[in-house]
């Protein structure tokens, strides 16, 4: 089970990169997208129209410490995603990306930090990265 948590979203600058995280998601066969930060139904309208399922989570810390999957915050300040990436055949996963600064704390309950080269970009490309090498191993 791969599943994907999209950090602080805020309705009025996110809309469209959340959006873009989900249909990633959903492109490169994860299962499930949470999301954390503002409640936004027409972020979860238009994702549950294509019968992808989308949940909001008040406290992403709660989720992540009762998850029983292998947590892995995607970040530029993170270890290499190829050399990482063979260590997680049949794992399940739970991704977490940022949209504003992450705080430290989700660096900590990660148990990998996995960066997607050195530079800072987006979260969706990083996903689909992630996702595309993940897939590729199975
Ligand atoms: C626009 S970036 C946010 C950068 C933010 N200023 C920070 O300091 O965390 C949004 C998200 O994209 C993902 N991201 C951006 N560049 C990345 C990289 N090189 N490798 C992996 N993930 C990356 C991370 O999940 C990050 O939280």
Do not use: C, W
Request: net charge positive; no cysteine.
């Amino acid at each position: 089970m791969i599943e994907v948590l999209r950090l602080s979203h805020r309705i009025r600058r996110d809309i469209r990169l959340s959006t873009h995280v989900a249909l990633t998601s959903r492109a490169f066969k994860a299962d499930k997208i949470y999301y954390s930060g503002q409640k936004d139904s027409s972020l979860e309208n238009s994702i549950k129209k294509l019968n992808f399922p989308i949940e909001y989570v008040k406290s992403p810390t709660k989720l992540i410490k009762e998850s029983k999957s292998t947590i892995i915050h995607l970040t530029m300040k993170g270890d290499d995603y190829k050399k990482i990436i063979p260590k997680l055949k049949n794992e399940n996963l739970l991704i977490i990306v940022g949209s504003e600064k992450v705080p430290v704390g989700f660096y900590k309950l990660a148990n990998y930090n996995i960066s997607v080269t050195k530079f800072p970009h987006s979260e969706a490309a990083a996903l689909a990265v992630f996702l595309e090498n993940l897939k590729n191993l199975k």
